[in-house]
Nanobody
Framework: QVQLVESGGGLVQAGGSLRLSCAAS????????MGWFRQAPGKERAFVAA????????YYADSVKGRFTISRDNAKNTVYLQMNSLKPEDTAVYYC?????????????????WGQGTQVTVSS
């Protein structure tokens, strides 16, 4: 079992940056692929980025490539999402996710563990 707690959301102007963090409980964090998803008002939850358990492999949605960077620190049981050049369309609740799959498959497979979400609002 993995429990996930996100932090770092907030209000930022377009073009600005934010870094989200997701702290995971348990001693098996380094066995899980970690990811970030987001859900904008009136839309379905969508994949953003994922990173393999080792941190070697990453995978991004086309909409965030070149602007967002996912990383992890297995010693701290934490995964990060650095978001740069933010746009108003990035406004959403951002959710941390964990599962025993590959980074690429996390974009399309059901997820076993979710955080509670953190709001990111980008003003124009």
């Amino acid at each position: 079992q993995v429990q996930l707690v996100e932090s770092g959301g907030g209000l930022v102007q377009a073009g600005g940056s934010l870094r989200l963090s997701c702290a995971a409980s348990g001693r098996t964090f380094n066995r899980y692929t970690m990811g970030w998803f987001r859900q904008a008002p009136g839309k379905e939850r969508a994949f953003v980025a994922a990173i393999s358990f080792s941190g070697i492999s990453t995978y991004y949605a086309d909409s965030v490539k070149g602007r967002f960077t996912i990383s992890r620190d297995n010693a701290k049981n934490t995964v990060y999402l650095q978001m740069n050049s933010l746009k108003p369309e990035d406004t959403a609740v951002y959710y941390c996710a964990a599962d025993t799959t590959t980074a690429q498959r996390m974009a399309v497979m059901p997820i076993n563990y979710w955080g509670q979400g953190t709001q990111v609002t980008v003003s124009s």
